[in-house]
């Protein structure tokens, strides 16, 4: 009897454990579970947010808002200067405090979205080294440039103190010096560096020469991705024009846009992109570009559009996974709008013109294109009613699919 007992006890007791065991796991695996999505929307988003004025911030997260309103002060999207009206702490399901952010109430600006191809005329901003050869000269085969420490990418601004904006320039001086030396102002990685650069006889083409081929103008087609009713303001491309030999983002003196239709698509298959094909329509400019940066390019147009296509710019985080749409022109001068899916968003990248992955799901626009190809970086992307984003980029080896970038980045650090 006692020992039944005691056989009782025992097995009670070892239950009891693994019933404290089994709760013990659960408990651990529910706490790494909740930490890992707390570190995960810690560095996923932002430490700050626009928010359009009278509005609340609103996540499409598990993640809920819990804001301490602090002194107000309505400011244009792209104003820097004042101080942040409020701060938020964001909670995992409303309870666990993931991260303090800061809000700005903001007047978010009504444009009008684009689509339209343009054509791009960029002079640049000196002259870009696109390559470097070596000279026949009397003391052999040299390349000046090369052993003066210059290399392919920099942009020459100026020698001896003369500013260089052309390769006519650039030769003229290079010509003139007699073979003397000559003092060689570069920009490299945003950098100002001088070097000290020897020309030399060319015994071939009877001139002084320094060994390098430099480049100081380029043209393109790109689209429109919006402009503003008020200034006339516009945005294009989503990402920078960069030199085709080096890579390098083209610092630019001045350019122009022109009409451009487009002719003929080159369709985008696996591992081989697409292009659009078109010709500018005239000579005469329609606008001014003034920048050229990460974000694209940047100007003013001469005319102003129809007003009534006007839509509220859409803010980062009012871009949701889900269904969209784009207007892009892949025939002629007219755009059009087709289906898209916005698979994946990156709320944290504001370095990059990749802030959402993006796939073509309009049948029409795969048959004519095969999804995203090169001329059609600016489209404008929209969702909801409201002007969201650009494209940017194709994934080569899935042309249905590409990057896009956020309006609110494109407007705030490019205008």
Known sequence: MIQNENSYVNERNNNMKKLIKGFSFVATFTLFNIWTLMAYYSAMLPDSYYIASGDKLSLNTVIEIEAQVQEKAVQSVKSEALPLSQTATLKLFGVIPVKDVELLEVETPVLIPGG????????????????????????????????????????????????????????????????????????RDGRDITFELQPVFSEYSR????????????????????????????????????????????????????????????????????????????????????????????GNLFTQSDTSKAMPMGLKQDVEVGEATILTTVEGTIPKEYNI????????????????IIRITDEELLDKTGGIVQGMSGSPIIQNGKLVGAVTHVFVNDPAKGYGVFTENMYELGL
Not at 212 to 230: K, L, N, Y
Request: net charge negative; proline share 3%; hydrophobic share 35%.
């Open 116 to 187: 339209n191809p343009f054509g791009i005329k960029l002079l640049m901003e000196g002259v870009m080294v696109v390559g470097m050869g070596e000279i026949e000269c009397s003391g052999g085969r040299i390349c000046p440039a090369t052993e003066a420490g210059i290399k392919q990418g920099d942009v020459i601004t100026s020698i001896d103190g003369k500013k260089v904006n052309s390769n006519n320039e650039l030769q003229e001086i290079i010509s003139e010096s007699d073979g003397n030396s000559v003092n060689v102002q570069i920009n």
């Open 207 to 298: 001139t002084y020469q320094v060994g390098m081929w430099v480049r100081d103008s380029t043209a393109g087609i790109g689209t429109m991705t919006f402009h503003e009713p008020s200034s006339g303001s516009f945005g294009g491309l989503g990402h920078p024009i960069c030199d085709i030999d080096t890579g390098g983002v083209i610092p630019i003196s001045s350019g122009e846009i022109v009409n451009v239709q487009i002719n003929n698509v080159k369709k985008g298959y696996e591992g081989i992109p697409g292009e659009l094909q078109g010709s500018f329509i005239s000579g005469d400019a329609i606008g001014i570009l003034s920048k050229n940066n990460e974000y694209g390019v940047f």
């Open 341 to 356: 899916s916005i698979e994946k968003i990156d709320y944290r990248n504001n370095d990059t013109a990749k802030n959402m």
